[in-house]
């Protein structure tokens, strides 16, 4: 095969471009950019992606774009409309919504990153030393998985609250619990298909502990399918923190959580429906954003399509 | 040979679009074929494959295929609409592929398969659909068709599997087969019992073969012509038994830098690959005199 | 150096038993090349699998430099027994760059992972420091198999397990790889098992060879017989005639084994 013409190629472009990467950083800023490359071709894929940066942004600058924190009570402008002075109106302690809503992304993110710590290391670990090992520790492992995969989420939320009290981190904790079966068992079966390839067979006869293959060779493999199951689990996971924060079990008042601002303006929806009605959309959006950048992630992922 | 050749094919491309750029998988290739069998040989990259895919029209979406001339026993296969290519392919011309548990429906039993290709291409009860298909399983030399017909495709071995494959091809009785590396995946005495199945069909009922393989001592012992392909081009053509006083040096390089039973030596010669080759003109290929 | 005595290998359970390898037997001496050749189930890379500590059960005796060897290999045993595998793509994890999967048994070992070693090695096998940074979907396949022969290579043991290493490749690099082979085995004093379906790799490789059938060694044969074409089993020599090309009256006379 001949290629018949190539790009010209120059400066940051060319460097990702290259044919021989001179380092390890070069060769793993070309994978990433030529998987930015497909990812880009997916206009929902990136429509995801923006509702998502706006949302870290948003979260980042949060001083900056309110120039106040959201806790500001002006009792003499309650529940006032949307207006120029207060783009989203007020509650009915008089303080803005916008502004509310700005910080509450810094807890929704909070929220949404801590479950992902938790998870996402503790199914992996499960899973793959279950999908390697076999016989009776992985029948074990499995029926652990199993055990926690019974629970339901907010049930286990409200006992643990009630044990140990209301609060972001008790939500945090029981939403993780609930949530990381799932992992395990995707990782299971990933570790299941890679266990006879001949590069495993390869690093056995080098004389590669298990705990080597398993840390350098099975999760790598591991990470795209996990990537991709949790970012659409994460609409899931703000619509139960939001949940328990309506509830009252999760982010506490004056906190903007988003859930909690739902819950405590829902008796002015006839008249005042921006109260509770603004941080219902947020909740939406966001979870939209994430499950279209979940979607487009599979593609990019996928090993079919070569990431 | 004065009779009109059933696969003309002149100065064939095949070019696909990717990210990086245009790639020309095939450039410029032209040969023709009666009813014998001619060999396609070519290292990985050399374009024998998509030439194979480009006559039946099954390449990717990517690809662009462009041709002077494509012709099928008269038809022009460039300007041919869907249904007419539906038409050609299977019952003009079928292709036969390398791993047969690709092509083959793992749900379905064999025989059901082969029964309900018959009752395609043949109105008739399925009665009489099961008793041909039996009678086509014993003629592709399976000693019992009665278990093969029950059994799945996982549960053939390979040259089984490709037996079956044949089967499936001879029903519409096609006047071309195009076989796509069809033995590579299968053991050496396996995959010659496999060609002299093909070597029947050609010789009994007279159909054109295209043998596409890197396996050129195979290919020189099996077919009557042979092109070899490089770089997406004809290199060489010659009748098989020439094939040992070849000319190109891209054909000796290959002759030479296989390993022999008989000799005796420290290293290989190796091929030294010239770079004019992948610009090399066009060699035409016709039936040898 | 390699003595295999009655070597026993079955897969499944009760109703489904595979008998891959059944008794098999023979040595190897110290700097030879022993070919085992055999179709598609004669059990030739499980007996290489076996010697290489990839199988979980077998019965038998399999020594090494005069150490018998157990259920579990030693580190030093992975030192001096290395493999390449015929896959050439399958053989490399398809997230590592060439230069940690030349470093990674440097590291196993407790060896120094140098930038010059890799280097080196790669300069061995015929690749240039360009190389070093590449994912193996970049690699072609000669280039895929040239990095696996680097990291047998690269702890410099006195054994290397052949399993098909060339059957995956084109002809033209078929021969290029199997001249590193040789080269290193010149340079190193190696003994080399090498597998493979191919009589003609096999006799161009190997002084000796053992022909294999559903699991059992049917004829052991120096090279030199087999070249002059007295091979004494059938089976052999019906391997031999296969391997000359296609021919009418042959295939006619195969053994049916359908």
Redesign the interface.
């Known amino acids: 095969m001949s290629v018949a013409s190539s790009h010209p190629s120059s400066g940051l472009r060319g460097w990702l471009l290259a044919d021989a990467p001179g380092t390890a950083f070069q060769a793993r800023c070309q994978r990433a950019y030529l998987a930015w490359l497909v990812f880009r071709g997916n206009p929902i894929a990136m429509a995801g992606f923006i509702i998502i940066a706006s949302l870290v942004l948003m979260a980042l600058f949060a001083p900056w774009i309110t120039g106040g924190n959201g806790l500001t009570q002006i009792l003499s402008d309650r529940l006032l409309p949307p207006s120029g002075a207060h783009w989203l109106g007020t509650d009915q302690l008089g303080r803005d919504i916008f502004d509310r809503i700005v910080w509450g992304s810094r807890i929704t993110l909070y929220i949404v990153g801590l479950v992902a710590v938790l998870v996402v290391p503790i199914g992996l670990a499960i899973g793959i030393v279950a999908g390697y090992s076999g016989g009776w520790i992985d029948q074990v492992l499995m029926r652990i998985t199993d055990i926690f995969l019974a629970f339901p989420r907010l049930i286990l939320a409200l006992a643990f609250v009630a044990a140990l009290g209301p609060g972001i981190e008790n939500a945090v904790l029981a939403i993780a619990l609930t949530t990381w079966s799932p992992y395990a068992r995707i990782s299971r079966a990933e570790a299941l298909t890679i266990r006879n390839s001949e590069f495993i067979l390869a690093a056995r006869t080098q004389g590669a502990s298990s705990f080597r293959i398993l840390r350098s060779h099975v999760v790598p493999l591991c990470l795209s399918s996990v990537i991709v199951r949790l970012t659409l689990d994460m609409a899931g996971i703000i619509l139960t923190a939001a949940g328990l924060g309506f509830l009252g079990l999760g982010a506490q008042p004056p906190s903007p959580e988003w859930g909690a601002m739902i819950s405590t303006g829902r008796q002015y929806i006839l008249d005042q429906w921006w109260v509770p009605t603004i941080p219902g959309l947020a909740i939406l959006i966001v979870s939209l954003g994430f499950n279209l950048l979940g979607d487009g992630l599979r593609d990019v992922l996928d090993p079919k399509g070569g990431g | 040979m004065s009779e009109a050749p059933l696969l003309e094919v002149e100065d064939l491309h095949v070019t696909f679009h990717t990210p990086k750029g245009p790639v020309e998988a095939v450039r410029g290739v032209s040969f023709i074929l009666g009813r014998e069998k001619l060999g396609i040989v070519g290292e990985s990259g050399s374009g024998k494959s998509q030439t194979g895919r480009a006559i039946l029209g099954l390449m990717d979406r990517r690809a662009v295929v462009r041709a002077k001339t494509l012709r099928f026993a008269g038809t022009d296969l460039l300007t041919a609409d869907a249904a007419t290519m539906r038409r050609i392919r299977g019952a003009g011309i079928s292709m036969i592929l390398q791993d047969p548990k690709y092509s083959l429906n793992p749900v379905m039993s064999v025989g059901r398969q082969i029964a309900e290709a018959f009752l395609v291409h043949h109105k008739t009860t399925r009665q009489e659909a099961r008793r041909r298909t039996l009678e086509i399983l014993e003629a592709v030399r399976i000693r019992d068709p009665e278990r093969v017909y029950r059994a799945y495709p996982h549960e053939l071995s390979g040259g089984m599997g490709q037996r079956v494959m044949i089967a499936m091809m001879m029903i519409p009785e096609p006047e071309i087969i195009i076989a796509d590396e069809p033995t590579s995946a299968l053991d050496v005495t396996v995959s010659l019992q496999v060609l002299a199945i093909l070597d029947d069909m050609v010789t009994r009922r007279g159909t054109g073969l295209i043998l596409i393989s890197h396996d050129l001592t195979l290919v020189a012992s099996y077919c009557d012509r042979v092109l070899i392909m490089y770089a997406g081009r004809i290199m060489e053509s010659c009748a098989a038994d020439q094939l040992t006083n070849a000319e190109h040096p891209y054909t000796r390089g290959l002759l030479n830098c296989l390993p022999k039973i008989d000799e005796e030596s420290e290293s290989l010669p190796t091929l030294v690959r010239d770079p004019s080759w992948a610009a090399d003109e066009v060699v035409d290929g016709g039936p040898a005199g | 150096m390699i003595e295999i005595e009655r070597l026993n290998v079955v897969f499944g359970h009760r109703a489904s038993l595979v008998h891959a390898v059944d008794d098999v037997s023979f040595r190897v001496d110290r700097g030879e090349s022993f070919g085992l050749v055999g ?2 189930g004669s059990g030739k890379s499980t007996v290489l ?1 076996a010697i ?3 199988v979980d059960d077998w019965t038998g005796g399999i020594a090494v430099a005069g150490e018998a060897q157990g259920k579990r ?1 030693t ?1 030093k045993f ?2 001096e ?3 390449v ?3 050439p793509y ?8 060439v ?2 999967i030349l470093k ?2 440097l590291r ?2 407790d060896l120094d992972p140098s930038d010059e070693r890799v280097v080196r090695t790669l300069e061995e096998v015929g690749l240039d420091e ?6 193996p ?2 690699l072609s ?1 000669g280039q895929r198999q040239r990095i ?1 022969v680097a ?1 047998a290579l690269i702890m410099e043991p006195s054994v290397l397990l052949l399993d098909e290493p060339t059957s995956a490749l ?7 790889v ?2 590193l082979l ?2 290193f085995r010149r340079e190193r004093d190696l003994t080399f098992i090498l597998v493979s ?5 096999v ?3 190997c002084e000796r060879l053992a022909v294999m059938r559903q699991g059992k060694i049917v004829e052991s044969l120096e ?1 030199e017989q ?2 002059r074409h007295r091979p004494n089993h059938a089976y052999t020599q ?3 005639q ?7 009256d ?2 006619a006379s ?1 053994a ?1 084994d ?1």
């Open positions: 179709e598609s699998r290489a500590g990839l290999r580190l992975r030192r027994v290395q493999m595998f015929q896959d399958g053989a490399l994890h398809p997230r590592h760059t230069d940690h990674e048994p196993i070992h360009s190389f070093r940074f590449r994912f979907h970049q396949g696996a990291r084109d002809v033209s690099i078929q021969a290029e199997l001249n040789s080269r379906h191919n009589l003609a790799v006799s161009h490789m090279i087999l070249r019906q391997l031999f296969a391997a000359q090309g296609y021919s009418r042959f295939v195969i049916d359908l």
